[in-house]
């Protein structure tokens, strides 16, 4: 039988989180879930609806728009992973422009969208068998978790992957900003008053600044495999 254990991986921005969670739900057959991905879809449609931009929140209006959402995960065999959908619509190419990395962190401070979306993730892992990669995922939504990361890099090094792969993509953006990005949403994550970013007590700590993904996935797997032997 396959063995299913909870994985919850936290951290900075642009970590690698998603990478290594993708390749250890495939090695284990577990289910992967981006939580990031449903802050940055929630994101979205605030920005469409003009909720929130630069300067401004208009936090009773996006709150009351929230429970006409909805959110899900669609696999794509092609890619070998879920993307998000928003009300039916694929939004993944969207929520990753800097325009909704700039604006997310705003939009992650509110309790009320935090209360929906963590329960919306509690039932998907509700099972067992998921690796889900966020910032408070090892503290607040899976605090039982078998198995707590939390990675780390330097900012430096963190943006350069960042912004190598919003260049990849085709979009339009310089380094300057992306690192601008990377250190501001840190602080906001970090301090907001609701869930903020910590290491949870018995997280293991991985800092892979100068750590490939193979080392970092063979170091993952030996601790997931210790992990399914104990239970
Ligand atoms: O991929 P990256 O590390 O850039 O970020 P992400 O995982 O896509 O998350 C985007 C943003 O969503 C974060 O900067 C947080 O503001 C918010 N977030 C959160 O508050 N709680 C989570 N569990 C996941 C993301």
């Known amino acids: 039988m396959n063995k299913k254990i909870t994985i919850a991986i936290d951290g900075f921005s642009s970590t690698g989180k998603s990478t290594i969670a993708k390749l250890i739900a495939k090695k284990y057959n577990f289910i992967y879930v981006d939580s990031g991905a449903m802050y940055r879809a929630i994101t979205f449609f605030a920005k469409q609806n003009n909720f929130v931009g630069k300067d401004f929140l208009k936090k009773a209006e996006l709150i ?5 959402n909805s959110l899900s995960f669609q696999f794509n065999k092609q890619l070998g992973f879920a993307e998000m959908f928003l009300n039916g619509q694929n ?3 969207e929520i990753r422009r800097l325009e909704v990395s ?14 929906k979306l963590v329960k919306e993730q509690q039932e998907m892992g509700e099972k067992g068998g ?10 607040v939504v899976f605090p039982n978790a078998d198995l707590k990361l939390f990675m780390t890099a330097s900012a430096d090094k ?8 919003l260049i990849d993509r085709g979009d339009k953006v310089s380094f300057k900003d992306v690192l601008f990005n990377v250190e501001e949403r840190d602080r906001i994550d970090s301090t907001r008053e609701d869930s903020p970013l ?7 700590e991985i800092d ?16 997931v495999d210790r992990k399914l032997k104990e239970i």
Do not use: H, P, W
Request: net charge positive.
């Open 64 to 68: 009351s728009e929230l429970k006409n």
């Open 198 to 204: 910590t290491k949870a007590k018995d997280a293991i």
């Open 158 to 165: 963190r943006a350069t992957r960042r912004y190598k792969e």
């Open 130 to 139: 998921v690796v889900m990669d966020g910032r408070d995922i090892g503290t």
């Open 208 to 223: 892979n600044s100068d750590m490939g993904i193979q080392e970092q996935f063979e170091r993952i797997c030996t601790l």
């Open 91 to 93: 939004v993944e190419k």
């Open 102 to 115: 700039q604006l997310v962190s705003k939009v992650a401070e509110i309790s009320e969208v935090r209360r």
